[in-house]
């Protein structure tokens, strides 16, 4: 069930109110799963899950499509309707004796699949999933997010990086018979090592108004940067346990990229500022071991020993907003038509409110984030209210009248 947050855009001469909703996102390689030596690892995984809360889950490294079936049950039995796409095993050079493939499991109250694709690229599919966002009340919307998920080749070398950058120019070429202004979401492991690789380079080029960006815009990166380690996702061991990469946290191989249109705050679906992280990495743990980072400003140790054992990778989480327009009120109403007068405005203090009727009238304060400050019901022809306990900025006041019938808002500056 999506949950709503009320809140109000200042628009030229007037405000419009929103529900917003949102959507947790998590990209998640997840080491040759549910293969390797490692035990119990959906255990492992299920707590990772549980803690997150992802409504869309982004796979790699899967190995069979059991896999991808028992970790959709297991966000059935946490969460509730759970959908995966469809298992298709790698297309892609066919001779390869490596084998791996991406996919995505989905919360069916927010999504409903309408296509999935296997892109053919050089070394390994892209997969590709076209999903319709769903109204509060489950109907569809018009609103598609076209998600892909991705797993570039590994390793150094210049052919590899070479090899990366073929596989990316797939990846645009897809993207470019999209229609403009999608809303693109591109999550994976894409082992790249630094900032000027080919194949970054290229993802982040102008594609007309399907341009991708990286939410957390910090180009600086790699292992000759000492800033910035908080985005390195590789790898949670200095030493390679019975399965996967070590050599401690030094590579920034993970990512979710977002197209132009979820970087607009202004549309339907965007992105939430500073909810992108590598989940479990503050920065504290530069070429050691996961379970040595601090848990200051982070999560739990024992979530970071989950995270320890469950994979090489850390996974990428990123929320999206969505906004919903319910109403929209002009707030430059003549005094004749308003439900209250407000004095003084631009206030201190207090206010005084004179209701402009005979009925009782409902107010309630919100600040700009949509939080609900005051709430009161005004029986009187005059009510005077104390704001001391609000702080200086800008305030929206909704009134409502007593058969709920008539609604007005008005603009509250708080000066002192």
């Known amino acids: 069930m999506k949950k709503y947050l009320i809140f109000f855009l200042l628009v030229m001469g007037g405000t419009s109110l929103f529900a917003q909703g949102e959507i947790k996102i998590m990209s998640y390689n997840l080491l040759i799963y549910p293969e390797g030596e490692m035990v119990n690892r959906i255990d492992t995984l299920s707590e990772i899950l549980e803690f997150y809360e992802p409504d869309l889950l982004l796979l790699q490294e899967l190995r069979s499509e059991q896999g991808l079936q028992d970790i959709r049950q297991e966000l059935n039995t946490l969460f509730g309707d759970y959908r995966a796409g469809t298992y298709v095993p790698q297309i892609s050079n066919p001779s390869s004796s490596w084998r791996l493939q991406q996919n995505l499991i989905f919360n069916e109250s927010l999504f409903e699949l309408v296509s999935e694709q296997a892109i053919e690229t050089p070394h390994r599919d892209i997969n590709y999933f076209q999903l319709r966002i769903l109204e509060e009340d489950g109907t569809p919307s018009t609103e598609l997010l076209h998600t892909y998920v991705v797993h570039l080749k590994s390793s150094q070398g210049s052919s590899n990086e070479q090899l990366r950058r073929s596989m990316a120019q797939v990846l645009i070429n897809h993207i470019s018979l999209l229609p403009p202004q999608s809303n693109i979401i591109v ?56 399965d996967g990469a070590g050599g401690g946290m030094d590579d920034r191989f993970d990512f979710i990229l977002l197209s132009d249109q979820l970087m607009n705050p202004n549309t339907k679906l965007a992105y939430q500022a500073e909810s992108y992280e590598a989940l479990g990495n503050n920065g504290t743990c530069y070429n050691r071991d996961l379970i040595e980072c601090s848990t200051e400003d982070n999560v739990s140790f024992e979530l970071l020993s989950l995270l320890y054992h469950m994979s090489d990778h ?40 004179v209701r402009n009727g005979i009925q009782p009238i409902d107010l309630r304060i919100f600040n700009m984030q949509g939080k609900l400050m005051i709430q009161q019901q005004l029986l009187e022809t005059t009510t005077t209210i104390d704001i001391t306990n609000l702080s200086q900025g800008l305030y929206i006041l909704q009134t409502t009248n007593k058969d709920a019938d008539v609604f007005d808002a008005a603009k509250l500056l708080i000066q002192r």
Do not use: C, K
């Open 314 to 353: 850390l996974p990428i989480v990123l929320s999206l907003d969505i906004n919903e327009v319910v109403s929209t009120v002009d707030l430059s109403l003549s005094p004749e038509n308003q439900l209250i007068t407000i004095s003084p405005n631009p206030a201190n203090t207090q206010i005084d409110l």
């Open 187 to 242: 999550g994976g492991d894409f082992n790249v090592y630094h900032g000027g690789e080919p194949a970054y380079q290229l993802l982040l080029n102008t594609n007309g108004t399907n341009t991708l960006y990286d939410p957390i815009d910090m180009p600086e990166w790699g292992s000759t940067y000492f800033s910035n380690r908080e985005i390195f996702t590789q790898s949670t061991r200095l030493s390679s346990l019975e």
